[in-house]
Structure formats: C-alpha cells, structure tokens
C-alpha cells in the first residue's frame, strides 16, 4: 500500500513538471492540459500537418496516466476520428513508444511531450506494415490516391467541424466589413483600377 503511495507522488511530481514544460514549450501543433483535479487525466490536440490529408484539421485525444507512470506508457486515444492505417474505429493508436518492452519502446526517460510528437509524425507518416486496419493500409499502400481522399474527407468532416462553425459565426461579420470598407472607399476604388489598367 506503501509503495503504492509513493509511485503516485512519484508520477504527480514528474506530471507537475512535464503540464508546466508543455504549457511554457509546447512542440508545434501540440496543446495538452489537465481536465480533472486529478494529473493523470489529460487531454491534447494535435494540429494536423501541412501537405499532409489531416492539414487543418485539429484532432483531440483523451490520455490516462498510470500510477506507474514513468514505469508504464500512458494510455492514449483519439477523440476525433481519423482515417489512418495505424488507429482504429476506437481511437487505439498502435505505435511502439505505447507499449512496454519486448514488443513496444516505453522507456522511462520518454514523456508525454515526445509522445504526442510521435504521435504526431505517425500522422504524417503512416506505417502500413503495422496496421490496425488492414483495409485502410491496404490502401495506403496500392492506392495512395483514395487513401488521400478519404482521409481528407475525414478530417473536413471530423477535425474542421468546430473551425467552420467560428468561420460561420464570423461570416455576417466579416461581410459586413466588407461593404463599410467598400463605402468608406467609394469612389476611389474604381479610379484606382483605372490607373493600375493603364
């Protein structure tokens, strides 16, 4: 029971450290907060990367972190669905740095920073030979096209919900701005045309 005492003080003091080095250094495209009293209950979005099919998208992700935690890989699944060779319908994601030696790569000296990092570069790079949907590897592999396509289907659909809705609510607005702009232009727009056509 003791011992158990200090593996979760253990995990709480590294936690402290690595949500103030997250919130002071962030790598980019990577937030990642606390949501509960309790440290080993986060949440993180990942930005999706550019000339990737998840660009624009921002993607977030639920993590537990064991009481074991460095000992032991925090638990980490998407909340946004993505259509990815190596993440289920589940949000599972299958990388090595997750799971604990022999068949996975958890090391205490990873963190949650590295991880999601990982995590990150799984997005943008695939890896077809340790896939958790067959179907989609597949297609990754043989027909890279419909692979982008539903991929980035996905991501306007899933990941870009919540930016659209800001662009909605900022449209009126923004055409508004438009017009007075227009107005407080008036006459000088078209003479200004004139002279550049010249």
């Not at 990982?118 to 790079?125: R, T, V």
């Not at 982008?148 to 701005?177: C, F, I, S, Y």
């Amino acid at each position: 029971m003791h011992e158990k005492a200090g593996a979760k003080m253990q995990r709480n003091s590294r936690m402290k450290r690595e949500l103030q080095l997250l919130g002071a250094e962030p790598p980019p495209g990577v937030s990642c907060w606390q949501t509960e009293h309790d440290v080993g209950e986060l949440k993180a979005e990942l930005v999706g990367g550019a000339n990737t099919p998840y660009e624009g998208g921002v993607f977030s992700l639920e993590i537990k972190v064991p009481e074991r935690y460095p000992f032991e890989p925090p638990k980490i699944h998407f909340l946004t669905p993505i259509y990815h060779p190596n993440i289920d319908n589940g949000g599972r994601i299958c990388l090595d740095a997750l799971k604990l030696p022999p068949k996975g790569a958890w090391r205490p000296s990873l963190n949650i920073s590295t991880v999601l990092t990982s995590i990150q570069l799984l997005m943008a790079e695939p890896n077809p030979d340790d896939p958790l949907m067959a179907d989609i590897s597949a297609e990754y592999k043989y027909n890279r096209q419909v692979f982008l396509e539903k991929a980035r289907k996905w991501t306007v659909k899933h990941a870009m919900q919540r930016n659209l809705g800001v662009k909605e609510m900022d449209q009126p607005d923004a055409e508004n701005r438009v017009s007075r702009k227009r107005e407080m232009l008036g006459a000088e727009e078209p003479q200004k045309k004139v002279k550049t056509s010249l």
